[in-house]
């Protein structure tokens, strides 16, 4: 599977941004996404995933009501929609894949598919 995240840019506080995730690829279809992301000097940390039939979604506390997570199976796409953005949340952004149905996908090291990441700098 490949990854290939975009849609970051730079925005001031309380704007939005939609990030995308394409997938292509064996397996490109299947599974749930996760997005993560990280700050230079610190840990990766997760942000949102969906499983495969978008049916359960999951966020990170600081992100809840926020952001909104949705997919295109069709098109092999999962989108990350960004609003209300805060100075903190400027940081690199990942989607990555497990390859596996059932998998945690807030545990990154279930994912060993990752795009090359986009970055989101929200400035105040």
């Known amino acids: 599977v490949q990854l290939q995240a975009s849609g970051g840019g730079l925005v001031q506080a309380g704007e939005s941004l939609t990030l995308s995730c394409a997938a292509s690829g064996r397996d490109a279809s299947k599974y749930g996404t996760g997005w993560f992301r990280q700050v230079p000097g610190k840990e990766r940390e997760f942000v949102s995933a969906?499983?495969?039939?978008?049916?359960?979604?999951y966020y990170a506390e600081h992100v809840k009501g926020r952001f909104t997570i949705s997919r295109d199976n069709d098109d092999n796409m999962v989108y990350l929609q960004m609003n209300s953005l805060k100075p903190e949340d400027t940081a690199v952004h990942y989607c990555?894949?497990?390859?596996?149905?059932?998998?945690?996908?807030?545990?990154?090291?279930?994912?060993?598919?990752w795009g090359q990441g986009t970055q989101v700098t929200v400035s105040s």
């Open positions: 990555a894949k497990p390859t596996a149905y059932g998998v945690d996908l807030t545990q990154e090291g279930l994912c060993p598919y």
């Open positions: 969906t499983t495969w039939s978008g049916r359960n979604s």
